[in-house]
């Protein structure tokens, strides 16, 4: 099964997320700022990377950078796009796969399957 690099600062989520993805027969590692994501995405073998958008040391998408220059496809999941997309005027959001939370597990598992087959 696929090993999964999970990023989220919310606690809850974090573990809510976690769960579902081990239900789902996903291997996980968690990390809740962007700095121990980025520690994890530098030494770990991921076939995604699973992240929220805003964290309070970075964001999702310099994530996704990150991974996409490892290989390692990337699905950000936020709740607050436009803030993301006004607060870093240079990301062009359209380039990363975005899902809008909230998400429910069934949407957020298809679109863990089909990021990861798109590789």
């Given amino acids: 099964m ?16 976690e769960e579902v ?3 789902a027969g996903y291997q996980v590692d ?10 994890l995405l530098a030494v770990g073998e991921y076939d ?4 929220d958008g805003q964290l309070p ?3 999702g998408m310099m994530l996704a950078d990150k991974a996409k220059a490892r290989r390692i496809p990337a699905l950000i999941v936020t709740g607050y796009l436009s803030w993301l997309h ?3 005027p240079r990301i062009d959001i359209n380039t990363y796969k975005v899902l809008r939370k909230p998400v429910t597990p069934q949407v957020l598992l298809r679109a863990i399957a089909s990021t990861i087959a798109e590789g």
Avoid: H, Q
């Fill in 2 to 17: 696929s090993y999964i690099l999970l990023v989220d600062d919310d606690p809850d989520v974090l573990v809510l997320f």
């Fill in 21 to 23: 993805l081990l239900s």
């Fill in 30 to 39: 968690t990390a809740a700022t962007f700095g121990e994501g980025n520690n």
């Fill in 48 to 51: 995604l990377l699973l992240s």
């Fill in 57 to 59: 040391d970075g964001n």
């Fill in 86 to 88: 006004e607060r870093n």
